[in-house]
């Protein structure tokens, strides 16, 4: 019986870094060369890094592209051949191309048909879209390769079993979003129906600004059997031996590596965001403003995870309306983790900035101004610190404060990374029960009730004047959360909003209130993406807009 076999490399690579992709890539073929492989096999752009946006458009940078791949060809020329993803120049137009590298030059070259242009993806923008092209040989098998979105159309997947292809190989540059796992294996299952071929999903791992790619390669029998599965968010290699019989060719089954529910899958995502964040800019320290509030909490517990605890410093700078229970927790969950906790109180600074302003406020009764001179003095002070310890500032509002603008630009916004950007209030304390409950071998912080109960527990607090809460400028969390999930994330009208049972008035402040924050979210730091309806790339709103939904009046 013939046998191919293909090695899969889900590995992480480094936007811009392309010799260190290409050490990546040689590293995995040598493995694949030592299993005996008939082809090694990285994902879509790999060499480059994904995603790129407008750097492929600088020419200097394909031109390196290409030279790195050919030098790459030559140090692999002596084994099995290896599939990898760049940027290519042909003539005056770019492609997205993926090519197979076989005695020391390119024996194929495949050029992406379908350009996403949705979400977070601007192909059209940056790649003149291809033809489709036709499967190529590679030791007994011949190989069709539609690139990652070729996959979510039939007609490439058809035209290449048309044309000869006997086993689909499908490299991807797919980045997470919660339930994006069972989008993906219903599309692939589905191509598998169309054509009655065996099809392997390569995707990527590793975080790139906002995006994590997730991993969770797999490989799809005839029919749509699952017999290959890749874990998610981890480096790794497979060797998949493909047979052919009297009805083409099929895959052994191999590893079945287990699929975390939602929650440690988004938990995971913050983490690794951080962690390559961190890693791909060079920064090896986090500072952030710990307030004994559940979101900073959940912060330290998520940057502890990241880079452990000793390279983690909780700053607590409590003023006059600074409760005894917040000091008191923030201790708790600094010791709780192991982070180094200092205290800087913030009554001085907040009375000479008082005092200068003494003769301009004259007259005018204290009011917002005020109240947001103390988050822009912790922000100064943190990133002062920042500053002399060369500690990236981690900001800490959730989605739902991002959303309604209930944050102080150039305050407690002030940072270089979100990790919960994009986690409504709600999924915060459920997040926080989740990791007090769970450990896993990827989290480099401690084990165990990390985050005190109260911190959970108690009605959230800004806590810039005497008794303030959450819920004297916002509707509760749960109201909050679920108008904005059907604005934001559904694209719902304010009718819609009503009709679900919510109350007009609170419907129209929601939106107005997410409308106007436009230009803080503008400035805010990028956090790691969850959903399919992000702040930054999935969701792009003019700041100007007085255009208001007048659905339900």
Same mark, same amino acid.
């Given at each position: 019986?013939?046998r &191919?076999r293909?090695? @899969?490399a889900?590995?992480n690579?480094?936007?811009?870094?392309?010799?260190?992709?290409?050490a990546?890539?040689?590293?995995?073929w040598a493995?694949g060369?030592?299993a005996?492989?008939?082809?090694?096999?990285?994902?879509e752009? &790999?060499?480059?890094?994904?995603q790129?946006?407008?750097?492929?458009?600088?020419?200097s940078f394909?031109?390196?592209c290409m030279?790195?791949m050919?030098? %790459?060809?030559? +140090? $692999?020329?002596d084994?099995?051949?290896?599939g990898i993803? !760049?940027?290519?120049y042909?003539?005056?137009?770019l492609?997205?191309?993926?090519?197979? %590298?076989?005695?020391?030059?390119?024996? *194929?070259?495949?050029?992406?048909?379908h350009?996403?242009?949705?979400?977070v993806f601007?192909e059209?923008?940056q790649?003149? #879209?291809?033809?489709?092209?036709g499967?190529?040989?590679?030791?007994?098998a011949?190989?069709g390769?539609?690139?990652?979105?070729?996959?979510?159309?039939?007609d490439v $997947? =058809?035209?290449?079993e048309e044309?000869g292809?006997?086993?689909?190989l499908?490299?991807?540059?797919?980045?997470y979003?919660?339930?994006?796992?069972?989008?993906?294996?219903?599309?692939?299952?589905s191509?598998?129906?169309?054509t009655?071929?065996? !099809?392997?999903?390569?995707?990527?791992?590793?975080?790139?600004?906002?995006q994590?790619f997730?991993?969770?390669s797999?490989?799809?029998?005839?029919?749509g059997k699952?017999?290959?599965?890749m874990?998610?968010?981890? =480096?790794?290699?497979?060797?998949?031996d493909f047979?052919?019989?009297p009805?083409?060719?099929?895959?052994?089954a191999?590893e079945?590596?287990?699929?975390?529910?939602?929650?440690?899958?988004?938990?995971?995502v913050?983490v690794?965001s951080?962690?390559d964040? @961190?890693?791909?800019?060079g920064?090896?320290n986090?500072?952030?403003?710990?307030?004994?509030?559940?979101? #900073?909490? !959940?912060?330290?517990?998520i940057?502890?995870d990241a880079?452990?605890?000793e390279?983690?410093?909780?700053?607590m700078?409590? #003023?006059?309306?600074t409760?005894g229970h917040?000091?008191?927790?923030a201790?708790?969950?600094?010791?709780n983790?192991?982070?180094?906790l200092?205290?800087?109180p913030i009554?001085?600074?907040?009375?000479?900035?008082t005092a200068?302003?003494?003769?301009l406020?004259?007259g005018r009764?204290?009011?917002?101004?005020?109240?947001?001179?103390q988050?822009r003095l912790?922000?100064?002070?943190l990133?002062?610190?920042?500053?002399?310890?060369g500690?990236?500032l981690?900001?800490?509002?959730?989605?739902?404060e991002?959303?309604?603008?209930?944050?102080?630009?150039y305050?407690?916004?002030?940072?270089?990374?979100?990790?919960?950007k994009d986690?409504?209030?709600?999924?915060?304390?459920?997040?926080c029960?989740w990791?007090?409950?769970?450990?896993?071998?990827?989290?480099?912080?401690? *084990?165990g009730e990390?985050i005190?109960?109260?911190?959970?527990?108690?009605?959230?607090? *800004?806590?810039?004047?005497?008794?303030q809460k959450?819920?004297?400028? %916002?509707p509760?969390?749960?109201?909050?959360?679920r108008?904005l999930?059907?604005?934001?994330? =559904?694209d719902?009208?304010?009718?819609?909003?009503?009709a679900?049972?919510f109350?007009?008035?609170?419907?129209?402040?929601? +939106?107005h !209130?997410?409308?106007?924050?436009?230009?803080?979210?503008?400035?805010? *730091?990028p956090?790691?993406?969850l959903?399919?309806?992000a702040?930054?790339?999935?969701r792009?709103?003019?700041?100007?807009?007085?255009?208001?939904?007048?659905s339900?009046d």
């Amino acid at each position: 019986m013939t046998r &191919f076999r293909l090695t @899969l490399a889900q590995l992480n690579p480094t936007v811009g870094a392309l010799r260190e992709n290409a050490a990546k890539a040689r590293r995995a073929w040598a493995e694949g060369k030592a299993a005996g492989a008939d082809m090694v096999a990285l994902p879509e752009m &790999f060499l480059a890094g994904y995603q790129c946006q407008d750097l492929v458009m600088k020419p200097s940078f394909v031109t390196d592209c290409m030279s790195v791949m050919h030098e %790459l060809a030559a +140090e $692999c020329a002596d084994g099995p051949a290896l599939g990898i993803g !760049l940027p290519w120049y042909e003539g005056a137009e770019l492609f997205n191309v993926y090519v197979v %590298l076989k005695g020391g030059d390119v024996a *194929a070259r495949i050029v992406k048909h379908h350009l996403p242009n949705f979400n977070v993806f601007d192909e059209k923008r940056q790649f003149t #879209s291809g033809d489709v092209n036709g499967p190529y040989m590679v030791g007994a098998a011949r190989i069709g390769t539609p690139i990652c979105e070729d996959a979510w159309h039939g007609d490439v $997947c =058809e035209t290449l079993e048309e044309t000869g292809a006997e086993i689909l190989l499908v490299p991807n540059g797919s980045p997470y979003f919660r339930g994006k796992r069972d989008f993906r294996m219903t599309q692939m299952v589905s191509r598998v129906v169309e054509t009655g071929l065996p !099809l392997v999903y390569l995707n990527m791992v590793g975080g790139q600004d906002d995006q994590v790619f997730d991993g969770g390669s797999f490989v799809l029998n005839p029919h749509g059997k699952l017999v290959v599965q890749m874990p998610v968010f981890d =480096e790794a290699i497979a060797h998949v031996d493909f047979l052919q019989g009297p009805d083409g060719w099929e895959a052994v089954a191999g590893e079945m590596a287990h699929l975390p529910d939602e929650w440690e899958q988004d938990y995971r995502v913050m983490v690794e965001s951080l962690r390559d964040y @961190l890693r791909k800019t060079g920064f090896t320290n986090v500072l952030l403003g710990l307030s004994g509030g559940v979101d #900073s909490a !959940l912060v330290a517990t998520i940057a502890a995870d990241a880079i452990g605890p000793e390279n983690v410093r909780c700053v607590m700078l409590p #003023s006059e309306y600074t409760s005894g229970h917040s000091l008191e927790d923030a201790e708790g969950v600094a010791r709780n983790l192991g982070t180094r906790l200092d205290t800087l109180p913030i009554a001085g600074p907040r009375a000479a900035v008082t005092a200068a302003l003494e003769p301009l406020f004259e007259g005018r009764p204290p009011d917002l101004a005020e109240e947001n001179i103390q988050s822009r003095l912790r922000g100064l002070l943190l990133m002062a610190l920042s500053n002399k310890f060369g500690e990236m500032l981690l900001t800490t509002g959730n989605k739902s404060e991002v959303a309604v603008g209930y944050a102080t630009i150039y305050g407690d916004m002030a940072g270089g990374y979100n990790p919960i950007k994009d986690l409504y209030k709600m999924r915060v304390f459920e997040t926080c029960r989740w990791r007090n409950a769970n450990h896993r071998d990827w989290m480099m912080g401690p *084990a165990g009730e990390v985050i005190p109960p109260r911190v959970i527990e108690k009605p959230p607090s *800004a806590e810039l004047r005497e008794d303030q809460k959450d819920e004297d400028s %916002l509707p509760p969390y749960p109201v909050l959360d679920r108008i904005l999930e059907m604005l934001v994330d =559904e694209d719902k009208s304010v009718a819609d909003v009503v009709a679900e049972g919510f109350d007009l008035a609170d419907a129209k402040k929601v +939106e107005h !209130l997410v409308y106007i924050s436009e230009y803080k979210r503008f400035q805010a *730091a990028p956090g790691a993406r969850l959903t399919r309806r992000a702040f930054w790339l999935d969701r792009r709103y003019p700041i100007v807009n007085r255009w208001r939904d007048t659905s339900a009046d």
